[in-house]
């Protein structure tokens, strides 16, 4: 039995400012915006990605709870994972704009990984999955 075709095609990511937040993705990974519409009150609808493929919404934190939460939303775990079809490309791209890793390229089993952090400290994998 097969179901409706389905897929998560977006994730809120809370973060302090939203044009420093736009700035940084689209800067430092080649993110496009998707979407900013002004929806009154200080809020907007900010989504960055790639055209095609999931997308965040940039979320400016509403409260003192979603603010604490900024840079830390998986507990120190890797959260995102930014998939490439050239490691080394995209990983000496991002060292060439400023993009902090947390570690040295490895290369596992199922392919090349590398932790980097967000401009507020998430933690992402720039990953290449071997075919």
Known sequence: MTGPARSIATA??????????RDW???????????????????RWLVVGVE?????????????????????QAGGRVAFFLQTDDFARDHAAMLSKGVVFKEQP???PYGS????????????DLIQYKA
Do not use: P
């Open 52 to 72: 095609g493929g999931a997308r965040l919404l940039l979320a400016k934190a509403a409260d003192e709870a979603q603010a604490a939460r900024i840079g830390d």
């Open 25 to 43: 993705y689209v800067e430092k990974l080649g993110f496009s915006v998707l979407a900013d519409t002004n929806q009154g009150g200080g809020k």
């Open 106 to 108: 490895r290369h596992e």
């Open 12 to 21: 809120a990511l809370v973060v302090a400012d939203y044009d420093a937040a």
């Open 113 to 124: 990984v590398a932790v980097f952090a967000d401009l507020y400290g998430n933690l992402w």
